[in-house]
């Protein structure tokens, strides 16, 4: 199972970012895939999630800002996340994994760093 997450960086408040996520070694394409996030000093939340059919869902926090996509080729999944009119509170590690990861004890990646501020 390998899970490697791009694309995060320092950016302005107002700012866009698109993270992309390679999800391979495992059958990721027929679960639901999730970007969750970690910000210092609190538990990760579930960000957005993409089902195996491509139906969407979205934090509050998030909703008309945040737009998942995903992307089943042979052998390999990719997971994207775009990312406008960011805000400061947006900041956080962010990582991609199946929608049941935290519960089955699954492994993850190394996550990207997203940054926003001025």
């Known amino acids: 199972v390998q899970l490697v997450e791009s694309g995060g960086g320092l950016v302005q408040p107002g700012g866009s970012l698109r993270l992309s996520c390679a999800a391979s070694?495992?059958?990721?394409?027929?679960?639901?895939m999730t970007w969750y996030r970690q910000a210092p000093g609190k538990q990760r939340e579930l960000v957005a999630t993409i089902t195996s059919g491509g139906s969407t869902n979205y934090v509050d926090s998030v909703k008309g800002r945040f737009t998942i996509s995903r992307d089943n080729a042979k052998n390999m999944v990719w997971v994207y996340l775009q990312m406008n009119s960011l805000k400061p509170e947006d900041t956080a590690v962010y990582y991609c994994?199946?929608?049941?990861?935290?519960?089955?004890?699954?492994?993850w990646g190394q996550g990207t760093q997203v940054t926003v501020s001025s």
């Open positions: 994994n199946t929608i049941i990861a935290p519960i089955a004890n699954s492994p």
């Open positions: 070694g495992f059958t990721f394409a027929i679960y639901d």
